[in-house]
């Protein structure tokens, strides 16, 4: 398996480049409108072609790139539920396998951050790479105050899915703020502040009293990444 990852400085977020050499097949997760030039580029140096691009939640801080690579690829768009996101080729599901070549993307269902938060698990051999968008974070998690987020479903999602891969399982955050680029289950499990309330009451306290500001590009992206990305 090949695996890039590809950083927005604006809104500190990660995209990542997952492809099967074999079959030259290739999956974008969380790509960013304004980098879709780089994306056709780095396709097209590694030669590969682009059969799904993925959103792991409706963002608030970023405009996805998913309608532009389909308009310039053809590719398949999956974000959220079934008909949540019209614009979306197809909505996801807990369970649901995207195959690309030969590399099978499972889709786990993570609510908390938002109603619609997926997870991306690729297992290559003896090796799981996870890919956790705004479910789990090194040294933290994502918030729970907009979107119909829920604190409580976001500590069900982490003990009862997301911590229970083995240890070594890698973790790739959908966005970092200090520089850090992967991590392992294991890794969080011992050194993650927002992982150390004992109980689901105590995480719900600590979630609830974070009083973070809205993310600035909330109320552009939001509505646009309902849209894929595409102005109407």
């Known amino acids: 398996m090949l695996l890039r990852q590809l ?3 604006e809104s500190s977020t990660y995209t990542y480049l997952i492809a099967d050499e074999a079959s030259g097949e290739a999956a974008l997760i969380d790509p960013v409108d304004v980098h879709h030039d780089m994306y056709l580029r780095l396709l097209m140096e ?5 059969t799904v691009a993925l959103d792991t939640h409706v963002h608030a801080d970023h405009v996805t790139a998913l309608g532009l690579l389909r308009e310039s690829t053809g590719c398949a768009t999956m974000v959220g539920f079934e008909g949540e996101v019209d614009c979306a080729s197809e909505g996801l599901e807990d369970g649901k396998i995207i195959n690309v070549g030969a590399v099978a993307i499972n889709v786990i269902f993570t609510p908390g ?4 938060s997926f997870c991306f698990l690729v297992k290559d051999g003896d090796q799981n790479y996870l890919f956790t968008g705004d479910t789990l974070f090194i040294r933290g998690t994502g918030r729970t105050d ?3 987020g829920d604190a409580g479903q976001l500590y069900d999602s982490l003990h009862q899915k997301v911590l229970t891969l083995p240890g070594n399982t890698l973790v ?3 966005h970092d703020y200090k520089g850090w680029t992967v991590s392992t289950i294991g890794e969080e499990l011992r050194a993650n502040p927002r992982l150390e309330p004992e109980t689901r009451d105590a995480f719900i306290e600590l979630m609830d009293n974070l009083d973070l500001p809205d993310p600035k590009m909330m109320d552009v992206a939001v509505p646009a990444n309902r849209e894929c990305g595409l102005k109407k």
């Open 172 to 174: 790739y955050p959908g």
């Open 113 to 116: 951050h938002t109603d619609d």
């Open 46 to 50: 590694l030669g590969l072609k682009l």
């Open 7 to 9: 950083f927005d400085k």
């Open 146 to 148: 907009f979107q119909n």
